[in-house]
């Protein structure tokens, strides 16, 4: 408790002290509703693709051969596979692009500092591919697309002049669509997992009231967010179809092996700029 009243006390004083062109001269109080538009960027690391063959919930096997060779020697890639060999190549996804969204929420005042609550609603269409491929040969490829993301986030900040810098952060929902393609016509596959993942958002921005320019009830802004979503649901249930004991997947478990992609975390930075009406 001391040692927060001091905190109190200096964070107050300092801003006594501050120049009179620091001064605080906008209100922040109440209600805004608004937009952003910017870029987002998908962060790139590199996944592969991981199997369960003793259907323990432990995805850390070999998928072996009969003769007891590692089954998926031909390797991953980063990308959509091409074809069934390596040598196909594969396709990037969109890991870039730009967004935009709307927003409304609320802010109190206490002298410099504000704080208030924010919802928001983004349409954001990136995504990424990790493709496996198995010495049959035949390749296996994983897809995610985020379509858009549902945040609510509380944000904190210091103003002066017209001006208001804060931090931001909270909570994110996201429509996600998966899916799976193979070249592999002899086993079944079975898909499972959910398009709804959930996560959180962290960020800071830069807002600017305009009634010195004339433009009463108007802010605009930069901001940046880190939004990271947990995405570790989705597996595929490979399953015997038309192939025979010796097939690599049915060989430590008859009824089959169950595989999913590495990447639990789905994660992407976005710049954008704000614009806001407010009450």
Do not use: K
Request: negative net charge; contains cysteine.
């Amino acid at each position: 408790m001391t040692r927060t009243l001091l905190t109190a006390a200096l964070l107050t004083g300092a801003a006594a002290l501050a120049p009179t062109a620091f001064a605080q001269t906008a209100d922040w109080t109440g209600l805004y509703v608004g937009g952003q538009a910017g870029y987002s960027d998908l962060s790139g690391d590199d996944e592969t693709v991981v199997f369960d063959t003793e259907r323990d919930g432990n995805f850390d096997d070999n998928v072996l051969t009969i003769g007891a060779a590692n089954a998926f020697s031909p390797g991953f890639c980063s990308g959509a596979a091409q074809g069934r060999t390596p040598a196909d190549g594969c396709r990037s996804g969109e890991d870039g692009n730009l967004n935009y969204s709307i927003r409304a929420g609320y802010d109190w005042q206490f002298g410099n500092w504000v704080v208030g609550a924010v919802g928001e609603y983004a349409v954001v269409n990136i995504g990424n591919d990790v493709s496996a491929f198995s010495t049959t040969p035949a390749s296996y490829t994983f897809t995610r697309d985020l379509n858009a993301v549902t945040s609510l986030r509380a944000r904190g900040g210091y103003a002066f002049g017209e001006s208001l810098v804060y931090a931001t952060g909270g909570m994110a929902w996201a429509d996600m669509d998966h899916s799976f393609t193979t070249t592999n016509t002899a086993n079944s596959f079975t898909r499972s997992g959910g398009d709804d993942v959930d996560g959180y958002q962290l960020g800071v921005g830069y807002e600017m009231q305009m009634a010195s320019m004339g433009w009463n009830n108007w802010s605009v802004g930069v901001e940046y967010l880190w939004t990271s979503l947990d995405d570790s649901d989705y597996e595929v249930a490979v399953g015997p179809g038309s192939a025979g004991p010796t097939n690599p997947f049915l060989i430590v478990d008859p009824t089959g092996t169950d595989m999913r992609r590495t990447g639990d975390d789905f994660e992407f930075g976005t710049i954008g700029v704000t614009l806001n009406w407010r009450q």
